[in-house]
């Protein structure tokens, strides 16, 4: 053999392996790893750190980069990225607060229909939990003469719904003197409760009133009032306000009721401390919020352990919710680079170990049915006096209403909140209402 046989033989070699039907030259563009981003507020994004790495075992070739995003910003970076299509990322946390604008502007893309989540996937949720995320098929909402499809543009990642947390060691008492065995369920009862407690402490100083009410934060009014009086903000076409209607008149006139009548104090967060520390001082007994707050009383106020008690929101009819059900979602931008792979990862954090690890760090409960078989949803909590709060809380998932998507963000955070001050400085309910229905239909049409 010549002394060029070698290199001969060699390159037929090469030619042969590279000219080869089994050859895909994409397989070598897939020899380097597929980097998905994640976009999320601190908890989310801290769970996410920690268990990445189990994704990345049982997904070889896919890389997950976390992005801790702050909670008040995450909409408008998202937004901004989308809109520019640069730095999009493949998979958000979403509010039910304001995904509902992303979804309707088609900045997501639909979740039902793909071999990644399929029927199966969907099954093991609360019904009520995933229609939280279902919306008008965009291609189709703008049409007003069809019933557009319904489709699923997010997953829940938790739930929140609106609890009444009350201090039982001082509240027990006033009620067993009222010959109440329990937390008031009515509005009436709650109202009556309220008056009693400032009559019964009025020497007391500071003075000592029965709940905690923010006329500047239209999330426990739209949770919690709105629906436990029948009401909704928009009608079910999304096109129309709807919370100027009698139910809706009447969620504005108890809130307004529970001010004027002595029962609440009305919290500013600009000029006013934490009301953590109206519940330290039993300045307030009650607060109307998400069972997340368990968390914050177990972290923050250790040494009222024993003392609270959680309750369901009272309702003006029986025939009604005791409240709304959000939360938060993962989503997927319309434009994110690498869709597939970010299925994959949603349908990662959607098992029971993430839910769980998730949920030890925020209290909020999980959105999975197969979660709850954990035996911790079973345990009596010492910081609630023994209760079984998840009894309580299971309860009112599968009885909640499942929260309205706004198409548009400023229906609540602008319109229903310069309402809800109005009404609370004593402006006339129906005449506030229709003004602030008609800026809100002004927006709609848009």
């Known amino acids: 053999m010549s002394r060029w046989g070698p290199y001969a033989l060699f390159l037929l070699a090469v030619l042969l392996y590279f000219f080869s039907p089994k050859f ?13 981003t994640f976009w999320g507020f601190s908890y989310p ?34 937004l901004w990225a989308i809109a520019a299509n640069s730095n999009v990322p493949d998979v958000i946390v979403g509010s039910s607060e304001w995904i509902g604008g992303l979804i309707n502007a088609g900045a997501l893309m639909p979740l039902d229909g793909t071999e990644e989540l399929d029927p199966a996937f969907f099954e093991r949720y609360f019904p009520a939990a995933l229609r939280i995320y279902q919306f008008p098929d965009v291609r189709s909402f703008s049409d ?29 008492p006033v009620m067993k003197r ?13 109202l009556e409760l309220g008056k009693t407690v400032a009559q019964e402490f009025q020497t007391s100083q500071p003075p000592v009133k029965l709940l905690v009410l923010d006329p500047e934060d239209p999330v426990p009014f739209s949770m919690a009032f709105l629906p436990a009086s029948g009401a909704w903000i928009l009608d079910h076409s999304l096109r129309k306000a709807a919370f100027q209607s009698p139910e809706g008149c009447a969620a504005f006139s108890f809130f307004y009721r529970l001010l004027a009548q002595n029962c609440a104090v009305r919290w500013d967060r600009s000029t006013m401390e934490d009301p953590l520390v109206l519940f330290k001082t039993t300045r307030a007994l009650v607060n109307i919020t998400g069972p997340w707050y368990g968390k914050v009383l177990e972290r923050r106020a250790p040494e009222l352990a024993g003392r609270w008690k959680m309750a369901k929101f009272p309702r003006r009819s029986e025939n009604f919710p005791s409240c709304a059900l959000g939360g938060a979602c993962l989503a997927v931008p319309y434009n994110a680079p690498h869709r ?16 769980l690890e998730y949920f030890r760090r925020v209290g909020s409960p999980p959105p999975q049915k197969t ?11 010492a910081y609630f006096g023994g209760q079984r709060i998840y009894d309580l809380i299971r309860e ?36 506030t209402l229709e003004k602030a229905a008609s800026e809100v239909d002004a927006l709609l049409a848009q």
């Open 340 to 355: 597939k792979e970010a299925l994959k990862l949603i349908r990662f954090m959607a098992n029971d170990q993430f839910a």
């Open 24 to 36: 895909d030259r994409q397989n070598v563009e897939n020899l380097a790893p597929v980097t998905i």
């Open 178 to 190: 009222k010959g109440l065995e329990r937390f008031p369920e009515t509005w009436e009862g709650l």
């Open 45 to 78: 994004a801290q769970t996410m750190r920690e268990l990445k790495h189990l994704f990345e075992e049982q997904n070889p070739g896919i890389q997950v980069e976390v992005q801790t995003v702050a909670w008040e910003h995450l909409q408008q970076k998202t």
């Open 371 to 381: 979660a709850w078989e954990n035996p911790v949803f079973r345990q009596p909590v």
């Open 396 to 431: 009112v998932i599968e009885t909640a209403r499942p929260v309205q998507l706004l198409p548009n963000t400023q229906i609540t955070r602008d319109s229903l909140r310069r309402a809800l001050r109005a009404i609370a400085d004593g402006a006339p309910i129906q005449e």
């Open 144 to 172: 007003a003469t069809t019933s557009p499809i319904l489709r699923q543009y997010g997953v829940p990642l938790d739930l929140d719904l609106m609890l009444a947390f009350y201090r039982h060691d001082i509240l027990d």
